[in-house]
């Protein structure tokens, strides 16, 4: 069993940064791809940054500029650096892994339990 483990939320003036980071904790499921997607109330869920299988990097074009995500696979960790942020990025920022089980050599993707990012204004 893999758990994605995220931490870093919190509340930011607007202009200011904060730092997410992700952790799978567990054994028996290989990796392809991790990121960082966000949901606000209403909305649909929406990617933000991720890596995909070949190694390339999406950001979603409203946090261009200003958001960096980063890895480390040695940890099978990801970060959101969040720079310059406005009371739109305000949302609960949920961390992504896709890859395949060991046990069932089955595809599957994984969420972490969200966390909460507020910008005041």
């Known amino acids: 069993q893999v758990q994605l483990v995220e931490s870093g939320g919190g509340l930011v003036q607007a202009g200011g940064s904060l730092r997410l980071s992700c952790v799978a904790s567990?054994?028996?499921?290989?990796?392809?791809?991790m990121g960082w997607f966000r949901q606000t109330p209403g909305k649909q869920r929406e990617l933000v940054a991720t890596f995909n299988s070949g190694g390339n990097i999406n950001y979603v074009e409203s946090v261009k500029g200003r958001f960096t995500i980063s890895r480390d696979n040695a940890k099978n960790a990801v970060y959101l650096q969040m720079n310059s942020l406005t009371a739109e990025d305000t949302a609960v920022y949920y961390c992504?892994?896709?890859?395949?089980?060991?046990?069932?050599?089955?595809?599957?993707?994984?969420w972490g339990q969200g966390t909460l990012v507020t910008v005041s204004s």
């Open positions: 992504n892994a896709g890859g395949v089980e060991q046990l069932t050599m089955k595809y599957s993707e994984l």
């Open positions: 567990g054994s028996g499921f290989s990796i392809h791809f």
